[in-house]
Each structure stands twice: as C-alpha cells, then as structure tokens.
C-alpha cells in the first residue's frame, strides 16, 4: 500500500499539472470568432456565452487590411440590427454602400452603449496603424466611461490586461476610483490564468458546457449557430407595440437638457471616447418612429426636435461628429418604436455612406 | 504501487481541470468581500 503523503503528493502533482496544463492552453488558444455576422443571440451574454475581448480582437486583426479603412459599427441594439436579417442589416447596407475600399465590422451589441467591444476593438487598431471610423448610437445623455450595462462591462476589465490595450488617462482615472468588484479581480485572474479564454474557445469552437434553455442543445459549438435575426414580415411590425407605453416613453425623451446639463453630457462624450478615435467617432442620434412621436403633442415634438438640431453642435464641440440621419424615416423604416426595419437600414446606410467617405479615408 | 500513484495523479489532474473550469463558471465572489472587509 502506499501511504498517505505520497498520495497526497500523487494528488497535488496531478491537480497542478491539470490546472496549469489548461493555464498554459488559454494562453495559447488561437482564439477567434469567425464565422462572424455580429454578436447575434447565441454568441453573446443572452446564452451565457460572454465573448472575450481577444477572440474579437483576433477576428478583427484576420480581417484587417492597411489599405483599407476599418469601419467598425458599435453601440446598442439599433445599430446592431434587431429587426434585420443578416445580409440586410444596417453594417452590410453600409458596406455595400462603401465600396471595396471599406472594412465594416459590426461589432455592437444589444444593450450596449459607445463603451464595450467595439469602441475597444476601434481605438486598439487605430493605435496600430490602422485607417479607423467608429461609430455608436447616443441620444443627449451621459455615458458611461466603462461602459453603462452591467454584464458587458467585463470587457472592460478583461481588456485592460490584454496586450492590444490603450489607455485612455480619463477612462482609467474613472475606473481607478471604482469599487473592487469580482469582475475585475475575476479579469487580472484571468490574465494569468486564462480560465475565460481556454473556456470559451473550446465553447466557441468543440463544445459549450453551460447550460442555456434558449440555445436548442446547448453542447452544440457557438460556432455552429447560425444568426437568428430575422425580418419582420409585411404588416408584422408595430403588431406588439404598447402605444401608450412608448408615447410615454418618447415624452420622457422631450425634456431638453439645460445648459450645465449638457455640458455634463459633452463633459461624459468627452471623457469616455479616446482622443485618438473622436476626429473619426459618429455618435448617431437615430430618431424613434413617427408611428409613435406623431401621438406627441405639438409642443412635446418641437422640444424632441430641438435636442436633435443641439445634439451634432455638442458633439462637434468636443472633437466628434454628432449625425441625426433618421431626419425624414417613416412609419414603415421602423419595426417597433426605436429598431429600424431593413428598408431603415437601407436609408440609413445612405444617409451614413458619405459622411464616412468625407472623412477622408477609404484608402 | 505504481498504479496506484498514476491513480492520484489521473484524479489530480481532474481536480486540476475541474478547478479551472469552476473559475470561468464561478469566479470568486467571496474574494471583494474579503477585500472590503479588511
């Protein structure tokens, strides 16, 4: 028999040998996110899959090209694309609309903000000499320098320990006077330990272990999944629509911003936006559906309309451009009271393209 | 007696791993508690 301190022994040699086996193989994991539409429902937080920042970073850097110019599309679900099928989306209008000239990423997420995957994906790239256009939707409201929803702001962390990181002095000033949360200790772990990136590669790519009661076998890769957004059929849009639950929602949005109140906004524009993105940032203000703001009172409409006309000078004071490109969209642009249809997206995609190729790029 | 010790090791190893996992899966969230309380 043998006794019990060389099993212990036995024991401990065979743990550190698995756990830093798998170490050793998150940092090694050719991490990736191809094939890639856009962080569609199986391969986002929804399923409990939390994409990490290098896998998108890989994706990015394999599509990549130095005589083209990068145009990476971030923000929340507008820009992302609910309501449009994948090859009629807002980021596949706009690279049609482009031209070979240009690379578009759509890299935003539903819930997002300008803070997260893409913004981080854009100024990384830009600082490695690549010709950037970013751009996220806003509306005149303070943003968040980490990034305002909770689940996504791991990126953040996660990205700080990456080596494609750029620090940005505000953001790391804002986030240095945070509380010590799990997620960011979880991150510096995992910068050693690369438990996120072994894990979900092998999820990505061979099997996903967790359990999700929206993804249909869940074992299956993410990889495997295809991207679920489909079009609204004719007449399908506004069919669940609350009207007087979003009219009270576009009334909240008509109080226009005071004078300090919008210099707190552009103060937060400011801060959260690295200086080396804003000459090529597009913060979209994308206007709600007339289905709804037609319902508002004449007053409650001029005041709405007032904040789109303040909103690209305040953005133009702080380096960045400010677009209202849904001017003139109709009822039928629209599937419900903020999510532009594919006819939308097209328009919008329009009204987009040449501002982008007035930047100058498109090498 | 050889057997036997590969026998630990084989079950170290998926203690190992399964360590590994439960830190993408988990996390430590008595970790900020201890943080904060001291």
Avoid at chain 1, 108 to 121: E, H, N, W
């Amino acid at each position: 028999m043998v006794d019990w301190r060389s099993r212990l022994r036995a024991l401990a040699v065979g743990a550190a040998v698995g756990f830093g086996g798998c170490s050793v193989a998150g940092h090694l994991v050719p991490e990736t996110m191809e094939p890639f539409t856009r962080f569609h429902f199986f391969v986002s937080p929804d399923t409990d899959y939390y994409p990490t920042v290098r896998s998108a970073w890989n994706m990015a850097l394999g599509r990549a090209d130095r005589n083209k110019t990068m145009v990476i599309v971030g923000g929340s679900s507008v820009l992302y694309g609910i309501g449009q099928v994948s090859g009629k989306s807002f980021a596949d209008f706009l690279g049609r609309e482009l031209g070979d000239r240009y690379i578009v990423i759509n890299l935003a997420m539903r819930g997002g903000d300008v803070v997260g995957m893409a913004m981080f994906i854009a100024e990384a790239l830009k600082a490695n000499g690549y010709d950037v256009v970013y751009m996220a939707d806003v509306f005149a409201s303070g943003l968040n320098p980490l990034g305002e929803n909770p689940h996504y702001t791991y990126m953040y962390w996660q990205y700080r320990t990456e080596t494609f990181y750029q620090p940005w002095g505000p953001r790391e000033a804002y986030a240095d006077r945070q509380a010590f949360t799990e997620k960011q200790f979880a991150q510096r772990l995992n910068a050693v330990l690369r438990f996120n990136n072994l894990w979900n590669y092998l999820g990505y790519k061979y099997f996903f272990t967790v359990f999700s009661r929206y993804a249909p076998q869940f074992w299956r890769p993410r990889d495997q999944y295809a991207d679920n957004e489909h079009d609204w059929p004719p007449g399908g849009n506004y069919v669940n629509i609350n009207r007087s639950a979003s009219l009270a929602i576009v009334n909240s949005m008509a109080k226009a911003p005071t004078e300090s109140e919008w210099e707190q906004v552009t103060a937060s524009w400011l801060e959260t936006v690295p200086d080396s993105l804003k000459p090529t940032t597009f913060l979209v203000l994308c206007r709600k559906t007339p289905y709804v703001t037609k319902l508002m009172s004449p007053e409650a409409q001029a005041e709405l309309a007032g904040i789109y006309a303040e909103a690209p000078l305040r953005g133009s004071r702080v380096g960045m451009h400010a677009v209202d490109p849904c001017r003139d969209f109709d009822a039928d642009d629209y599937v419900d009271t903020t999510h532009l249809s594919s006819l939308g997206a097209q328009k919008f995609a329009r009204e987009m393209a040449p501002m982008i190729k007035m930047l100058g790029g498109g090498k | 007696m050889r057997g036997w010790l590969l026998g630990y090791v084989a079950a170290g190893f998926v203690f190992g791993v399964l360590g590994h996992y439960y830190l993408y899966r988990v996390g430590l969230p008595i970790v900020p508690f201890i943080y904060q309380a001291f």
